[in-house]
Every structure is written in C-alpha cells, then in structure tokens.
C-alpha cells in the first residue's frame, strides 16, 4: 500500500500510525547511516564505490523525509446553480456538518445569484442572502468566512476552521467575463487562491455557455481562463502554476446524440454508465491535453439539470431540454502524475521529480447530488476531498495574547511578537472577536499595530484597548492580527473571558449577582 492510499482510511490514522512506524524508521535509518559511514571510510577513488555511497545516501535520505509525519485535512465543495432563487430556510444538508473525520475547509460556488442592478449594488454594501445563510450555519460551527468573491450572478465562497486561520496566507481573488465577447460578467469564472500552510491551491468557479451546440466553445472558454486569470504572486502568477486546482462550477456540458426517452429510460434504471460517452465534457477530454490534465471521478449521480422547480421531475415544460451533467467538480495537481493501471484514478499526489519534501496528495472521498432541494432547475453538486500533506511550517506569523484581566471597568492591554519576517504594515490592524465570529471583518473593537516603525522579528509590542471599546456584557474572546498585505488573520490567541462590568450592572444590563459583581 503506497503512502496515498495509506492515508485516506482516516484523518487520526494519518499521525498515530506515522509516530507508531516511527521507533523502526529510526532503527533503520541509523543502520543506513552506520554502512555510509564504513563505506566512506573504505572510499576508495574508483567509480563502483562512489556509486555504492551515494545509492546509501539516497536511501538514508527517503528514510529521513519519512520521519516527517502528514496530516490529513478534509475539504467540502459545493457547487449549485441556483436560478436567482432565494436561499432556502435550511442549507446544512448541503454541507454535512455532522461527518466524521471533521471538515477543515469549505468551498461554496453559486451560479446565477439574484443579480439586477438594484440588488447587486446592495449586495455590495451589505453581505448578500447566500452568503449570510451560508454564514449563519457555519459560525456556530468554529467556521470563518475566510474570503468571497462575485461578479455578477457567480459567487465563490471560502470558509475555514478557525484554528486553521493562522495557516492561510496570501489570499487573492480575481475574475474573468467570458460573456458578450468577454465584455459581460453572466458567464466567467471567479476564483480564490491562497497558501494553506504553504501549499499553494486555487479554486475557480465558473458558468460557461450554455446549450448543446457550444461544446467547442466551452472548451475555448475553460482554456481562455485558465491562461488568462493571474495573481500578484512570484511563486504562483498564474492558475495552473498552483499546487492544487480545482475548477468547478456550471460548465454547462451537455449529452449529445442520445434521445430524451433514451436519456430518461438510463436514469430511471440505474444505467448511468450508457450515457458517459456521449457526455461532452468526457468526450473532449479525450482530445484536448490541458483538459487531459484534469481529473474527475465517475458520474454515478442522476445528471442534475434540467427539473421542473420544487420537484425530482426531470423539466416537461414545451422545451423539454434533456438531461445533462452540467454541474461538475473537476481536480488537477501540478506536476500531473497519471495513475497506473493499480492505482485508483481518484487519487493524485504533487511532485516535482518524485522525491517533493513537501508532498500533497489529493483524494476524492465522494461525489453526488443533492435531489432535496428543488428551488433551482438545478440540483447541487458536492464533492469530499482528502488532502493529505506534509505541512511546509506550521506556526503562525505573529503571537497575539491578552494581559492581565479584561473588562470594560478599565483599559485592556494586549501585546503581539512578531515570530518570522513578513511584510507587515502600520495598516495592520488587531481584532477583537467573540467566539463564533464569521469572518475577519465580524469585530467587537480593533486597534491599529504600532504605527511609528514596523517591529522586529521577536520584539513584543504592547498595545492598549481604550475601555470605551471593550464590550460592556463580556463573555468569550479571541484576539486576531489581520494582514493588509495578505489579506488573512495571521496571527490569533487562545480563547479568553471578558468580565461583565460594573457599568453593565449598574445599567441594568445584567443580573446584579453575575460574576459577584454587585451595584
């Protein structure tokens, strides 16, 4: 069983089994170590030895990189067209909160958000339906709203567990208009790319066009953004120099040459598999390299367009459009490795030359349909992933701590160490957050970092928090730094309490006896 496989029964066997492999990997190693030695002792000037050493340092070497221990983090996306609806009351079903091993990142792309001019303007301003939904389920969660971006109708959502906040860094977002010659934004792509402890990934949502016919200019379309979309980023200028990409979205493939009652019989019966070949998208892969380049698992759910809303139906309007897999979840690493005929063709792993000190593998864990929902003529598409990856650092870029007690009775002081050199900057501001906070910009107060010079690496800075801005009630807090530069929290303490304050009794805000404090 290769490292790949090994990793994907589940995300507490990824270490324990590592530390447990540990005490006969060293064993191992200091036998290598020890011929090395004899053998450069005996060295010689002739070839045959030369060859012997350096095999042992190879070997020596592979061993060293597998006391190195992985991790396993688990990703959800969800794609959906959702027709310009509005959200429905409930969306947790759609992002399987109560799935053991736990998620650690979710990607949400939405095609065909209410977008006339009056409700994208206000959606500007303020955050819009889809995203609060989203928001108001996972918050309660541990979940942050990390980043979003939209144009238009298409919305990208990213959402990270809390404790892993500190680990994301160089966010950027970007777009591209594919509609009215590239001049219109109802159909393009979205994306959103950032380091996750090191590893650099980006994800693209995207609506290319539609109907049966512009097969060839889907291809062109997907191509065109591939190679046009940039970052402003010297390790990943581009989308396909990211480690991992995923491309998602309403691709709007269709299923050519069969008939409706031919298509409708196949679902019905379960005979999904008669319809794959005529599947657009899977019929270009095969001819086109860079499409080649992207993996997919297998279609073993009911194409998810197009339905008569708020039913299971397949659409029986006068149009009678046939089904079709539109929505997909796509996945490409860089370098591609394609699997040997053993190996299971949802799994790919990173690698530069076979021996990555940093390597990542990616496994799909499933991928279906969600036929509950019936607001859309869509039905959602969700995709479970495996990232199993030697992380490249993992400590933040800055310590961020409270001092001594808080309340809002008197001034609070904080004080932050910047731990690796970065670039910081005086616009660098310090969060106050409660627990369950949705994302960077949800503070109770913030205090701007020190403004005359930018810190030392290891030089604390102590910081004051004017009482007037501390919350009156109290309760559970965090402390986060938030980077200008990168656009990320890089820094966040432990979980601390703020007291009620006697201002808050006296005010009737609380009871008189709460925490001891009486009028």
Known sequence: MDAATAGQRARSDSVS?????GSRTRTLL????????????????????SQEVSRTLDEAYQLCERLIPTE???????????????PPEDVSSLLQLDVQPATD??????QEVSATPIRFISDLIVEDSWTHAFMDTLAPRGFVKVSSVRMQGLLLLLFAKQNHLPHIRDVQTTYTRTGVFGYW?????VSVRFSFYGHMVCFLNCHLAAHLSNMLQRVDEMEYILETQDFESADAPHVLDHKVVFCFGDLNFRIADH???FLRSSINNGRLHLLWDRDQLLTMKKKEPFLQEFQEGPLNFSPTYKFARNSQSYDTSGKKRKPAWTDRILWRVK??????????????????????????????DKYTSDMSYGISDHKPVIATFSLEMRKCWDTPLVQVSPEGVWSADQDADLHYTVLEDFMSSTWDWI??????????????????????????VHETIQVTVDKDEVPLLGGNFVLGYFSTNMQSIVGLSASFEILESKRAVMEGLVPENLNGLHK
């Open 431 to 456: 969060g106050l957050y409660k627990v369950g906070f949705k994302s960077a910009s949800d503070y109770e107060t913030f205090v701007w970092v020190r403004a005359d010079n930018l810190p030392e």
């Open 72 to 86: 396993v983090f688990r990703l959800h996306m969800l794609t959906w067209n959702v027709a310009t609806a509005e």
């Open 105 to 110: 990142l979710f990607v949400i792309g939405l």
């Open 30 to 49: 200091r036998q290598r170590l020890t011929q090395l030695l004899t053998r450069i002792e005996d060295m010689s000037s002739d070839d045959e030895a």
């Open 17 to 21: 089994s590592t530390t447990s492999t």
């Open 335 to 364: 370098p591609k490795i394609l699997p040997s005929e053993e190996e299971d063709d949802r799994t790919s792993v990173t690698t530069d030359d076979g021996q990555d000190e940093y390597p990542l593998y990616v496994h799909q």
């Open 185 to 189: 934004g109802n159909k393009g792509a």
């Open 259 to 261: 008939g409706l009652h």
